[in-house]
């Protein structure tokens, strides 16, 4: 098993900022993507963005320019840098990873952190 801890979230104004991190933990053989989803009332879960493990990066066109994906392999970390905030950014993001143990992949998330954009 594979635990994920997001920390982060919080309430920011309009146009603030506010980094998202995500730790994981436990049995991790090869983490291969890391990603970042968000579902906000009424809404189906999306995806926010996405690293693979060369470093490859991949964004949803809602936050193309704003939102930076990183991640740490070193110590299975994965980072979500938003900026220029807006309030349809209000959801509860969820961090997400793919652990391939040789032969399976597996899919982990994390339980989620409040992002409320409000002012």
């Known amino acids: ?7 982060g979230g919080g309430l920011v104004q309009p146009g603030g900022s506010l980094s998202l991190s995500c730790a994981a933990s436990g049995r991790i ?6 990603a970042w989803y968000r579902q906000s ?13 060369d470093g490859r990066t ?8 704003r939102f930076a994906i990183s991640r740490d392999n070193a110590k ?11 309030p349809e950014d ?10 391939f143990d040789g032969r399976h992949t597996f899919l ?3 339980q989620g952190t ?5 002012s």
């Open 41 to 53: 009332p009424g809404k189906e879960r999306e995806l926010v963005a996405r690293v693979t493990q």
């Open 58 to 65: 991949d964004y949803a066109d809602s936050v193309k320019g």
């Open 29 to 34: 053989l090869s983490i291969t993507r890391m």
């Open 76 to 86: 299975n970390l994965v980072y979500l840098q938003m900026n220029n905030l807006k």
């Open 108 to 110: 982990y998330w994390g």
């Open 1 to 7: 098993q594979v635990q994920l801890v997001e920390s």
């Open 114 to 118: 409040q992002v409320t954009v409000s």
């Open 90 to 99: 209000s959801a509860v993001y969820y961090c997400t990873v793919k652990n």
